[in-house]
């Protein structure tokens, strides 16, 4: 069963580059092979945003859709299914027992993709609102941090568009939290969340945009999910998000990608989605 540690060690095998020494996990075949020899690659990380909400709300998420149209992988969160912590193990290909991360203001303990690419004399880039882990975690390891002290999505989704742009740095990666702090207020099957997924995606496709132009592949998931729990306040019974690993649906994320050649204009299909069983299970807020 594929997870989130898969990411550090495809995105290097893709550049022709060792794992980060402490990885557990093979690269994910599959990617590997649609994106083998790309030099430049952009990841987005759609965070809160698991597999059931994807289910219920992909009708906001045109974009989204049109890549999952191609190709779509079901993943799992790493346990506990955290923010910090998964993206720890997204960057070192590692569990939480090895690279140590519990809090985004804890240390890694473990070597990370952007010191494999910096020793190889390639460049990164983290865009990140400054209360976000990515930011906490890598800003000081990577070439071009990107830091959105605004803490909104719009000004990640800017300045990870003016980097790729001026910069096409060889790693890119960007965390969009719009979904997960809507999910947690009102629940991650809300109206709210809906118009968090719908305003994701449009940035998302501002970059694809860019992606096109200056040939660069691009990989999209999440970190983990979020179910619904009912919680009673003074204002009477409400629906909020949570991601305590008491529901599947905290673990269960989309994976999906395509290299620059694959990100076809508005209207284009070309549909080839795995099931399960095959080689993988196919198929403004706060940070959680």
Known sequence: MPDTRFLAPTICSILGLRPPSMSQVPP????????DGCESVLVVVFDGFGMAAWRRLRGAAPQLGKLAERRLVEIHAVPPPKTPVNFASMAT?????VHRVAEKTDPIRAETIFEVLRDSGLSTCVAARASGSPAHL???LVDYPSVAFSNTDQEVSELAESTLSGRRPNLTLVQFLDIDGASHKFGPFSQAALEAVSRTDLRLRKLLDVCRNLRICTIVLADHGQHE?????????????????????????????????????????N?????????SRVLEGREG
């Open 93 to 97: 290909g590692a569990s939480i027992e």
């Open 138 to 140: 890598f800003s000081h």
């Open 271 to 279: 549909a080839n989605t795995f099931e399960p069983g095959s080689e």
């Open 229 to 269: 729990v009912c919680e009673n306040g003074a204002q009477g019974a409400r629906s909020v998000g949570r991601h305590d690993g008491t529901s599947p649906y905290d673990f269960w994320v989309p994976l999906t990608w395509a290299s620059w050649e694959n990100l076809t204009p508005p209207g284009t299909t």
């Open 28 to 35: 994910l075949d599959q990617v590997k092979r649609d994106l």
